[in-house]
């Protein structure tokens, strides 16, 4: 299929969904990152998505549905907690983790018999969805390893000739992927920080964090996703935290550019003025870490595109979406944090 991939725009989703009712994979926006979408229940599509991306055969997709009615056919019946979840945070960026119907290939769900499913806040995915007629199999719609796509363009530069259609919606709202809850356990199992932050999940119901969500898994994982790298651009990312974040960062890269090195800074707009003579790039307002987590991705993708060879990021807390991005920063770091 090289070179073959249709580019789209959201008047043409009769056509994307076309190609995913003959098996085709398609990329298409979502309200956190691109998916790249197939029949979830067609397990010769969904190993096409495994292909597309070079992701491990035991790395499970997340199943994207349009209505509540379409979850209980992937999924076996919830709990009335569970329910309060779907209510307060669907459509949104949420993801549950259940216990799978019995058709539901285990291609699917990387050979697990639960199945994570969630409904996405967006008016084209849900009108791909409802118009494919069958529920949407989609990881990120990148390169595996690589940083997820908020831009159709992302996806075009990791995958183009490799899939049949992107549909290009524009730049993703949340720009970070959903939160992943495991609930066939309890307590239930944060297992990805997201959109929806633990904070907002313990009004519901008793929650623990995985550690998978701070460190580098060592044993066996709860999330396949958890063990791969993830996230990262070609440049080396290291991240600091603590009081003393701001001196560090100028002392480590004012030494790299004395040896030669290209060397930039992430910052917050608040503290542009302290890496001055270094190259920084916008992590927006420390106060609205809405808009960190939106351009975030974007932003180690740029790192690449400057041909830089190291990337200073200032950390900031591990609290509500400060929790999604740390998790994100630590796995592009490959877990090079340094504590000041
Ligand atoms: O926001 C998102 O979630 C995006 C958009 C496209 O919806 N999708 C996304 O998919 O991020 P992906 O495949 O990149 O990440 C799915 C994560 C992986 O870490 C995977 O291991 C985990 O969810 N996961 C999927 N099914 C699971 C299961 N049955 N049990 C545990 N973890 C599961
Ligand atoms: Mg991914």
Redesign the pocket.
């Known amino acids: 299929m090289e070179g073959l991939t249709r580019w789209l725009t959201i008047e043409q989703l009769s056509e994307a969904a076309s190609y995913l009712r003959r098996g085709d994979v398609v990329a298409f926006p979502?309200e956190?990152?691109?998916?790249l979408g197939a029949n979830a229940l067609d397990a010769e599509a969904v190993r096409r998505i495994f292909a597309a991306k070079g992701r491990p055969a035991d790395?499970?997709?997340?199943v994207?549905c349009h209505d509540a009615a379409q979850v209980a056919t992937i999924v076996e019946p919830w709990d009335a907690v569970v329910q309060r979840l779907m209510d307060a945070f669907w459509p949104g960026?949420l993801?549950l983790?259940l216990t799978k119907k019995p058709h539901v290939p285990l291609v699917t769900?990387?050979g697990?018999t639960?199945?994570?499913v969630?409904i996405?806040d967006h008016t084209v995915a849900l009108e791909l969805i409802r118009s494919a007629g069958v529920p949407l199999a989609?990881?990120?719609a990148n390169r595996s390893g690589r940083p997820?796509p908020t831009r159709a363009e992302h996806v075009r530069d990791d995958l183009d000739g490799r899939i049949a259609a992107i549909v290009d919606g524009g730049p993703t709202g949340w720009g970070l992927?959903?939160t992943?809850l495991?609930c066939t356990e309890v307590p239930f199992r944060l297992?990805?920080p997201?959109g929806v932050t633990v904070e907002q999940l313990r009004s519901f119901a008793e929650v623990v964090t995985d550690p998978g969500v701070y460190q580098e898994p060592k044993g066996p994982v709860?999330?396949?996703?958890?063990k791969y790298k993830h996230y990262a651009p070609e440049c080396t990312v290291i991240v600091v935290v603590g009081e003393g974040l701001s001196a560090k960062i100028k002392e480590l890269a004012d030494n790299d550019a004395k040896d030669g090195k290209d060397v930039g800074v992430l910052a917050f707009s608040e503290h542009g003025g302290r890496y001055s003579g270094l190259l920084t790039l916008d992590l927006g307002s420390k106060y609205r870490l809405q808009e960190g987590a939106a351009r975030l991705y974007h932003l180690l993708r740029e790192a690449d595109t400057l041909g830089l060879d190291t990337l200073y990021v200032e950390g900031m807390p591990d609290k509500e979406l400060g929790m999604a991005i740390m998790n994100r920063l630590r796995r592009a770091a490959g877990y090079r944090v340094i504590v000041t």
């Open positions: 979502t956190t990152v691109y998916g790395n499970p997709l997340i994207h960026p993801t983790v769900t990387g697990l639960t199945a994570a969630r996405p989609a990881p990120s997820s992927e959903s992943v495991d297992l990805r997201g709860r999330s396949p996703g958890m």
